[in-house]
């Protein structure tokens, strides 16, 4: 990998990522994609825009949306670039963007003017060695229990990254950022580089509330949890701007995390000099001390909860959950949502919302309207009552379109989302992620059903799709990955992707039958011994040998 990071850094230092902008629309007025030159392309990526495989002419657009945040207007315009350029469908990520594919360079510049002109956002940082979108609780300013309202803190981030330019467009590789105060965590602190999560302290005269600080989180195939820094931050946008910018300096400066890309995120630097080493580091790059807290350890309470079951908001109004199925919405469907919203949400600057686990919420609807909103997302195909797994499946690009996977990802995890619908009624949102390679674009170590992507010879056929299988990731105070679950001791068991949603359909029966009262999947999978997982979610040789011949 060192020849591959020197090449990066090279390419780096030749030009900046932002520097491409202009020829974006040069190689767009020429319209001639095999006239690009590959170290640009690679730029393109500053602007979130990515080679599409096979690489033969067409590009992914990852539109950038700070805490997930969307008005009808905005949604609809998506829609309408869906339907022009991208064969009527996009993708709501992880990370609250939505991708749109099929672009051609000569599509780029419409695109790109109307994220800019017509929606006025932006798309510097959406990709490349930058700070990427920021995540935020989707009901930031809405909900009446949460801890601290964080709803101008997204985009007053995103705003300073982005003012920042030359400042922070070239980091060893991808920072990632994440802010909630809601109490259940629902932006997932602990899997993020630099994450703010809601703390309420006891005092004297009442309670306290303020932000803890987690560093270091990641996934990939080296997953991390961040590490609490233990200080208390009170609600001020200045000192949560401040910490993010000294934060991503402290990342920018380790020359050394450049020597190689898969160990350049923060997660490695600070496992390397542990969270004390980190929090002196930080004070002294902000040049003042911050209150330190030792109770202050984990985001406590924090789950897989992404609020898309519905509820009342404290104005009185109401929000519905959108579960989009693997993340996957037509043009069409953009459109009718955006439709929906501007009929029924009352508030104009707070209508949609996109969550971290790829749905949508509609926002501010008044109570007496809301079963016509179900009724009509039904209609439309996204029915807000479906089974609770449907809230809860994430996908990858996978092999339709991302160079990295190695097995395809959204139809698999769509097709295991409708047998157990049809077969395995639940009352449990269990979270089940379906990622086609190792980099967990889709989260499946913190999953609670983990499905990574791999190809495996079987009998004479060369690579045939298969998934590994974990089980029981969790976050909050005592947060676990899941295990891969192995026969005799370290081997990982390979499942037939044709075949998966059987081991999965298994694995959920037989903790309905056994689990203890209140206890939730993760607990039952952790306490459960390795060869009865691995005798759950074996496959019969039988069972492969008639997939394979059929």
Not at 63 to 83: H, Y
Not at 300 to 315: C, F, I, P, R
């Amino acid at each position: 990998m060192a020849v591959k990071a020197a090449q990066a850094e090279e390419l780096k230092r030749i030009k900046d990522g932002l520097d491409v902008w202009d020829d974006i629309y040069r190689y767009a007025a020429a319209g001639d994609y095999a006239a690009i030159d590959p170290d640009d392309l690679d730029r393109f990526k500053w602007y979130g825009i990515y080679r599409q495989k096979p690489n033969e002419g067409h590009f992914m657009l990852r539109i950038k949306m700070p805490g997930g945040a969307l008005t009808a207007f905005r949604l609809r315009e998506i829609g309408q670039l869906a339907r022009r350029y991208a064969r009527n469908f996009g993708d709501v990520t992880t990370r609250q963007d939505i991708q749109l594919h099929w672009l051609r360079v000569q599509d780029l510049p419409d695109a790109l003017s109307t994220i800019y002109q017509t929606l006025r956002m932006h798309q510097e940082f959406a990709c490349g060695d930058t700070p990427r979108n920021v995540t935020a609780c989707p009901l930031a300013g809405e909900l009446a229990d949460e801890i601290v309202d964080t709803r101008p803190f997204a985009q007053a981030i995103t705003d300073m990254y982005r003012a920042g330019g030359k400042e922070f467009s070239n980091l060893p590789r991808k920072f990632k950022t994440s802010i909630s105060g809601c109490r259940v965590h629902c932006h997932a602190p602990q899997i993020n580089c630099l994450a703010f999560f809601g703390v309420e302290r006891k005092r004297a005269n009442g309670r306290e509330r303020g932000f803890g600080v987690s560093v270091g989180g990641g996934l990939r195939d080296t997953p991390h949890f961040g590490q609490s820094l233990r200080v208390f931050l009170k609600p001020d946008l200045g000192l949560v701007i401040d910490v993010c910018r000294a934060t991503a300096h402290i990342f920018r400066d380790q020359s050394h995390l450049r020597e190689g890309r898969l160990r350049a995120r923060l997660k490695f630097y600070v496992a390397q000099i542990g969270w004390e080493a980190f929090r002196v580091q930080l004070e002294h790059y902000l040049g003042y001390p911050l209150e330190h807290d030792q109770e202050i350890v984990a985001p406590a309470g924090a789950s897989n909860d992404d609020h898309a079951g519905g509820g009342v908001l404290k104005n009185g109004l109401a929000f519905v959950g959108v579960p989009v199925p693997c993340g996957r919405l037509t043009g069409d469907q953009m459109i009718q949502l955006a439709d929906l919203a501007e009929r029924y949400c009352r508030d104009p600057e707070r209508q949609i919302n996109a969550t971290i686990k790829q749905n949508l919420l509609l926002l501010n609807i008044p109570g007496a309207d809301v079963p016509d909103v179900k009724k009509r997302l039904a209609d439309i195909g996204l029915p807000s009552d479906a089974p609770p797994v449907r809230q809860r499946i994430l996908s990858c690009t996978g092999t339709q379109f991302c160079n990295l996977a190695v097995v395809e990802t959204k139809d698999r995890a769509k097709r295991i989302l409708d047998y157990l619908e049809a077969n395995v009624p639940m009352r449990e949102p269990i979270f089940i992620s379906v990622t086609g390679c190792p980099n967990s674009c889709a989260q499946y170590q913190i999953a609670e059903i983990g499905l990574q992507g791999t190809l495996y010879n079987y009998k004479g056929r060369k690579g045939v799709e298969h998934y590994h299988i974990l089980l029981g990731g969790r976050l909050g105070s005592q947060p676990e990955f899941g295990r891969f679950v192995c026969r005799d001791g370290d081997r990982k068991i390979k499942v037939p992707a044709e075949l998966v949603h059987l081991a999965i359909a298994r694995v959920i029966k037989a903790y309905q039958a056994e689990k203890r009262p209140s206890e939730r999947f993760p607990d039952w999978a952790l306490r459960q011994e390795m060869d009865r997982l691995a005798e759950l979610v074996t496959v019969s040789d039988s069972a492969t040998d008639s997939f394979l011949h059929t």
